[in-house]
C-alpha cells in the first residue's frame, strides 16, 4: 500500500548538520501521519519525531527537541527530518515510517509501513 525509501545519511562531526528524505509512495500518503525513529545496535527503536497528514502537529522525542525538525511536502510525496547540532549520541539507523491513521504517533506499533533505514554516524 506504502512505499518508503530514505536517504541523506552520511559520517558528520559532532555539531553538523543533515537533512533526511523519505520518498512515498502511494495514493493514501496524503492521509498518514509519517514518523522517524533511529536504531542504534544493541538498542531499541526509538521514536524520533512524527507529523501529523498535513503537517500541522509534530512531535519530537525530547532528546531532539530544537534540534531536529520534521516536514512534509504531500503534492511530492517526501517527508523530511533536518537535524542540525548533531551529537555522537544521535548515530544511528534511521527509519522513515507511515502510521495507519492522521495523527502522529510516538511508539512504533502505531506505524504499519517502515523504510529500509538510513545511516547516520556522528564522530566526537
Known amino acids: 500500500q506504502v512505499q518508503l525509501v530514505e536517504s541523506g545519511g552520511g559520517l558528520v562531526q559532532a555539531g553538523d548538520s543533515l537533512r533526511l528524505s523519505c520518498a512515498a509512495s502511494?495514493?493514501?500518503?496524503?492521509?498518514?501521519?509519517m514518523g522517524w525513529f533511529r536504531q542504534a545496535p544493541g538498542k531499541e527503536r526509538d521514536f524520533v519525531a512524527g507529523?501529523?497528514?498535513?503537517?500541522?502537529?509534530?512531535e519530537y522525542a525530547d532528546s531532539v527537541k530544537r534540534r531536529f525538525t520534521i516536514s512534509r511536502d504531500n503534492a511530492n510525496n517526501t517527508v523530511y527530518l533536518q537535524m542540525n547540532n548533531l551529537k555522537p549520541e544521535d548515530t544511528a539507523v534511521y527509519y522513515c515510517?507511515?502510521?495507519?491513521?492522521?495523527?502522529?504517533?510516538?511508539?512504533?506499533?502505531?506505524?504499519?509501513?517502515w523504510g529500509q533505514g538510513t545511516q547516520v554516524t556522528v564522530s566526537s
Open positions: 502511494g495514493r493514501t500518503f496524503s492521509s498518514k501521519a
Open positions: 515510517a507511515a502510521s495507519i491513521g492522521p495523527v502522529p504517533g510516538t511508539t512504533a506499533g502505531r506505524y504499519a509501513y
Open positions: 507529523i501529523g497528514w498535513n503537517g500541522g502537529r509534530t
